[in-house]
Structures are given as structure tokens and as C-alpha cells.
């Protein structure tokens, strides 16, 4: 079977990651969740990427009663390597990231059985019949260290890729990749089986731009299209500098050096009346191997401001200051000054 995803193709520009729907280091309301997703919908996201893993079956619950009733058009992918197994332990406080309610605690599996058990416990958990893509989550040494090889051998002499092969030929799903932080591991990947996507976070963004000296030139050349989710590289890129709260930068407190480079683009994107997070939004989509770009979003209110964002017209010159003040890689294509559409 061709591959249908490409490079070229079919996910929309902008779509609705919902590891916040989890839970993520905060409680969300379920009515707020649902209208997240409702008004994602009418303001035109088609594309929602969600995984066992936010909130230990919590965000795809949420997702899938939001989207029971959804347009035949809308693109969902869900992710594997984790399964959920009972867990009996107190719920009240924060468990890898997530308040979540919900009495399990993830294992991981990446091998030919654990993939089809996943996809069918997802199938489940969202009460719905159909997953159009499915991303091995996490797999990689950022992840799992020392015991990277051991799982890495489930997905490839385990069967785990061959499990994804098959659900991709017999219809069952549209395509399937690797939703991971770094770049290496899909490199090894492409050496491994056909993915149709990778959804890389935080690794091609406004403030890193190493994906461009070797992932996304192979997934050009392959054919292998490229979802860019941590657009705000954990929120740096979102808040700034100078809010006066949190400002993250991978899933921790961020460092000098990048609170510096975020307060240099800063003071270029004031030269230009250019909000940060909507060039943080829009730069990686210029990348011709880019075809999306995946924030986490957790309200109603953060779906408005996000399509606003996506949307807003930054005049040519702003990246370019950019690009000669050393803040942008040499080669890094620069987004072209037009209001975008989301799908």
C-alpha cells in the first residue's frame, strides 16, 4: 500500500494537541475540555493529536466524547508504546506531569503485541472506530537511556514495527510514525520501516533549528512529513521573558543562555510589532518537510488566541533581522509574510 500521508499531504496546518486535556501539571474541567474541542472545531482545526499517556486515558476520554459527533473531515492520531495497567496507588498529587484522576499508571511496550493491544484499549478509551494515525511515543535514549536498546528491540526484532505495517496495509489506520523530543531515533527509524510522519516536539522550532542538518532533509527525501508539537519549546516562547511567571524551556525551569537568545528575538519582534508566539507559531510551517504545527491547548480561550496567532501577518523583515542578528539558522527557510489557513 502507497503511503498516503506525505510530505505534500493531508494533515492540516494547525491542529490541537491535547496532552493538556490530561491534565498537564494542572486539573482542567471537564466542560472546559469539551469546549476547547467544540470550538477548535468551529474555528476550523481539523487535526487533534492525543495519547494514552496524558493523563493515564483521561485526555483521550475527553477527545473522543468531544469528537463523537464530528465532521467526516477531522484527522486523529493517538500514540503507542505505553500501555495502562490498574494502579491502586493515592491520585491526589501530580504523577509525571499529570493531576489526573484516573487509577492507572503506564508501562511501557513497544512490542507487536503490546502496539495492537494499545490501539485497540485507545479505540476504547475514545469510543470511537476509527484512528487515522498512530505514533510510537517516546521510544529513544532521551527517554529510556540505558535500556533504549531493550525497548528499540521490541519495535524492530519484536515485531513492533512489523504490528504498525499491518494495520497500515489492511486500512485500519492511514498512516503511522514517531511522536517523540529528539531527532536521532527517527533517523534510526527511517532505516528500520516506511513512516508516513514524525511528530517531532521542541526539536525545530524558533529556537532550535538542528532538525534542518539532517532529519528534515531525510524526510524530504523520503517523503515523510513532519509535525512540529512544543511550538513554544514548554512555554519560553509563549510567556517570554518578562511575564514575571514561569518561564520553561523544556519541561524545566529554563537556563540562562536561552532566556537570553528569547530576550534578544524578543526585542527584534517589539522592532517589528510582532507578538513572540505567533513567530514562534508560524516559523516552523515554512519548512517544506513541515506540514503542522501542534500547541497544547486547554480552553476555548486558548483555541481564539491560537488561530489569532496562527493567523497574524509578520511582515518579511522581522525574520530576516532575525536571521542577521545570528538567531536563526543560515539555512532555516523563512515563512513568507501572509495570513495562513489553518487547514
Known amino acids: 500500500m502507497d503511503r498516503i500521508i506525505s510530505a505534500s499531504g493531508t494533515i492540516p496546518g494547525l491542529g490541537f494537541g491535547a496532552s493538556t486535556l490530561g491534565n498537564l501539571y494542572r486539573p482542567v474541567a471537564d466542560d472546559i475540555a469539551s469546549l476547547a474541542v467544540r470550538t477548535a472545531i468551529d ?21 473522543g466524547d468531544a469528537l463523537r459527533e464530528r465532521p467526516a473531515d477531522i484527522l486523529l492520531s493517538t500514540k503507542v508504546g505505553r500501555l495502562l495497567v490498574p494502579d491502586t496507588a493515592p491520585r491526589t498529587q501530580e504523577r509525571h506531569g499529570f493531576v489526573s484522576p484516573m487509577p492507572f499508571k503506564p508501562v511501557f511496550d513497544y512490542s507487536h503485541d503490546g502496539i495492537l ?52 496495509t489492511e486500512g485500519t489506520i492511514v498512516g503511522f510514525g514517531l511522536g517523540v523530543n529528539e531527532t536521532a531515533v527517527c533517523l534510526d527509524a527511517l532505516q528500520e520501516t516506511a513512516p508516513d510522519v514524525f511528530l517531532l516536539a521542541g526539536r525545530y522550532t524558533l529556537l532550535e533549528q538542528g532538525a534542518l542538518d539532517d532529519l ?9 512529513a513532519v509535525v512540529i508539537g512544543g511550538p513554544y519549546n514548554s512555554g519560553i516562547l509563549a510567556t517570554g521573558t518578562r511575564s514575571g511567571g514561569a518561564r520553561p524551556y523544556n519541561y ?3 537556563p540562562a543562555a536561552i532566556l537570553d537568545r528569547v530576550a534578544r528575538i524578543e526585542e527584534i519582534a517589539d522592532s517589528h510589532g510582532v507578538p513572540l508566539a505567533a ?24 483555541v481564539e488566541q491560537t ?27 523563512l515563512p513568507v509574510a501572509h495570513q495562513r489557513a489553518i487547514v
Open 216 to 224: 528534515l532533509p531525510a524526510c524530504l527525501a523520503q517523503g515523510v
Open 117 to 168: 493491544r494499545s490501539h485497540a484499549e485507545s479505540l476504547q478509551r475514545l469510543g470511537l472506530a476509527r484512528i487515522d494515525i498512530l505514533l510510537v511515543h517516546d521510544i529513544g535514549r532521551m527517554t529510556h537511556g540505558d535500556a533504549h536498546a531493550q525497548y528499540w528491540h521490541q519495535l524492530t526484532k519484536g515485531g513492533g514495527f512489523r504490528a504498525l505495517e499491518q494495520l497500515r
Open 252 to 254: 524545566a525551569p529554563a
Open 43 to 63: 474555528h476550523g482545526i481539523r487535526y487533534f493529536d492525543t495519547a494514552p499517556f496524558y493523563g493515564f486515558g483521561l485526555s483521550e476520554r475527553r477527545v
Open 307 to 333: 488561530v489569532k496567532l496562527h493567523a497574524t501577518v509578520i511582515p518579511q523583515a522581522f525574520w530576516h533581522d532575525l536571521r542577521d542578528a545570528g538567531l536563526l539558522h543560515p539555512d532555516a527557510p
Open 279 to 302: 513567530a514562534a507559531l508560524q516559523f516552523p510551517l515554512a519548512h517544506p518537510a513541515v506540514v503542522s504545527v501542534v500547541p497544547g491547548l486547554a480552553s476555548a480561550e486558548q
